[in-house]
C-alpha cells in the first residue's frame, strides 16, 4: 500500500475534526437524528483514516526490513531504504503537531456542555407504566425528569404538582429519549471524548448530542401532544 494513502488519511482527519464544530455546531435542528448520524459517522470515518494511516505506516516497516536485508549493509540501496523508512513516522508526527496546534486555535469556538446532577442514586420505585415503559418516582422535592435505562424517573414534586396532560407532555418527551437511545449515544459520545480530549470535535459532539436528542425526544412528544402543552410544562423542570 503506497505512502501516499498516509498524508490522505490525515488530511481527512484534519479536514473532518477541524470543520465539524464549526460547520455542524447548530445544524440541523429541524433534522435532529439526521444531525446525530451525520456526527457520528463523520467522526468514525476520521477514525478509520487514522486506523489506515497508522497501518500503512507499520507496513512500511516489514516492507523496509525486506529491502534492508536484500542489500549489503552501508551501500547506497540500504541507506535509502532506511531513510525512506522514516518518512511515513515523520508525516504522522507532523500530522499530529498540526492537528493538535489547529485545534487548539478552534477550542474556544466549542463552549463547555452544562453538567446536570445524576440522578441514579436517588431511590425509586415503580408507580406505573407508560407506553410500555416504567414510570419510577424518586423522592426529591425539586421537579426533575429524566430517561435512564429503559425506565422513566420523575421525582415525587412533579407528580404532585402536574395535571394528567402534563404529566403525558413529560412522560412522551421521555418515551423519545428512549426510543431514540439517546442515553447510549450520549455514553458513546463520552467515550470518544475521553479517547481524543483535544479534539475540538470531540468536545462539540458531545454537546451536539445532548442538544439534538432533546430536540429529537421533543419532536417524539409533539406527535402526541401539543407544542405548546410541552414547552409550558418543560419549562417547570430542572431536566426534562
Same mark, same amino acid.
Request: no cysteine.
Given at each position: ?40 459517522? !463523520? ?19 516489514? !516492507?523496509?526490513?525486506?529491502?534492508? !536485508? ?58 406505573? +407504566? ?42 412522551? +418527551?421521555?418515551?423519545? +429519549? ?45 406527535? +402526541? ?7 409550558? !410544562? ?7
Amino acid at each position: 500500500m503506497s505512502p501516499l494513502i498516509i498524508p490522505i488519511a490525515i488530511e481527512w482527519v484534519i479536514l473532518v475534526t477541524t470543520l465539524a464544530p464549526m460547520i455542524l455546531v447548530g445544524r440541523l435542528d429541524s433534522r435532529p437524528r439526521l444531525g446525530l448520524a451525520i456526527w457520528f459517522s !463523520t467522526l468514525f470515518s476520521a477514525g478509520l483514516a487514522v486506523a489506515l494511516a497508522l497501518g500503512v505506516a507499520l507496513a512500511s516497516i516489514a !516492507t523496509t526490513y525486506l529491502k534492508l !536485508t536484500a542489500n549489503p549493509i552501508g551501500s547506497e540501496s540500504w541507506l535509502l531504504a532506511l531513510v525512506a523508512s522514516f518518512a511515513p513516522w515523520a508525516i504522522l508526527a507532523i500530522a499530529g503537531i498540526s492537528l493538535a496546534l489547529v485545534n487548539q486555535r478552534i477550542a474556544p469556538m466549542v463552549s463547555t456542555a452544562k453538567d446536570t446532577a445524576p440522578l441514579l442514586a436517588a431511590a425509586s420505585k415503580l408507580v406505573r +407504566h407508560f407506553d410500555g415503559v416504567e414510570v419510577r418516582q424518586i423522592e426529591l422535592p425539586v421537579m426533575v425528569a429524566a430517561a435512564h435505562r429503559g425506565s422513566i424517573l420523575i421525582s415525587t414534586a412533579a407528580l404532585a404538582t402536574l395535571n394528567s396532560a402534563e404529566l403525558d407532555a413529560v412522560f412522551w +418527551h421521555e418515551v423519545g +429519549h428512549i426510543r431514540g437511545r439517546h442515553n447510549q449515544l450520549k455514553q458513546l459520545a463520552g467515550f470518544v471524548r475521553a479517547l481524543s480530549p483535544w479534539l475540538a470535535a470531540s468536545r462539540a459532539l458531545v454537546i451536539e448530542v445532548e442538544r439534538l436528542g432533546e430536540l429529537d425526544a421533543d419532536r417524539y412528544a409533539n406527535r +402526541h401532544v401539543s407544542e405548546e402543552l410541552l414547552g409550558a !410544562t418543560r419549562s417547570k423542570f430542572i431536566s426534562a
